[in-house]
Nanobody, 129 residues
Framework: QVQLVESGGGLVQAGGSLRLSCAES?????????????MGWFRQAPGKEREYVAY????????NYAESVLGRFTISRDNAKNTVYLQMNSLKPEDTAVYYC?????????????????WGQGTQVTVSS
């Protein structure tokens, strides 16, 4: 079991920036375990379906982004710290959502939430006009 905890959400004005973190936690936390998983970020706004945001492979050598955030968001990871990050710049009100970190052992279907095995509790991001 992989336990994930998101942090860094909050209230920000349009055009501002936030940096989200997703850290492995719990008694069984292990960098060697964390580094075996591909990681994704998803978000969900009220009344909407869970939406894919970004993906990073186990080594960090490959990343992928939803078109809606491309050029504004950057996903990265530090396996030595058991942490994945999402740097969000030029934020828009439509970015407002609960953001979730997730882990998958699969190399396929990483834009779909059904392919992910472990999820954090989420962190709220609110962007005001």
């Amino acid at each position: 079991q992989v336990q994930l905890v998101e942090s860094g959400g909050g209230l920000v004005q349009a055009g501002g920036s936030l940096r989200l973190s997703c850290a492995e936690s719990g008694r069984a936390a292990s960098g060697r375990t964390f580094s075996m998983y591909n990681m994704g970020w998803f978000r969900q706004a009220p009344g909407k379906e869970r939406e894919y945001v970004a993906y990073i492979n186990v080594s960090g050598s490959y990343t992928n982004y939803a078109e809606s955030v491309l050029g504004r968001f950057t996903i990265s990871r530090d396996n030595a710290k058991n942490t994945v990050y999402l740097q969000m710049n030029s934020l828009k009100p439509e970015d407002t959502a609960v953001y979730y970190c997730a882990a998958t052992s699969s190399r396929y279907g990483w834009t779909s939430y059904i392919e992910y095995d472990y999820w954090g509790q989420g962190t709220q991001v609110t962007v005001s006009s």
